[in-house]
């Protein structure tokens, strides 16, 4: 069941800049690299649901709720 209010993420700066290298690392597996671009789209200040995020990324909105959930709850 979808949630219908997608959980708000707040990064700290040396967290930010650690998602931020992964991301644009070239060494980085494709699927770690997407899971970071979700959190830091996730953290904007603009607060998008997980719809805008898979538009903005190209994948499943699925996908971008897991991921989002998981570094809430797991970090």
Do not use: F
Request: charged content about 25%; overall charge positive; proline content about 7%.
């Amino acid at each position: 069941m979808p949630t219908p209010i997608a959980p708000r993420i707040i990064l700290a700066q040396n967290d930010r800049a650690e998602l931020q290298t992964l991301s644009r690392a070239h060494s980085t597996p494709q699927s770690l690299a997407l899971r970071a671009r979700i959190v830091l789209r996730a953290s904007g200040g603009d607060h998008p649901s997980n719809l805008q995020i898979s538009r903005d990324l190209g994948c499943n909105n699925r996908t971008t709720g897991k991921w989002r959930r998981r570094y809430r709850d797991l970090g």
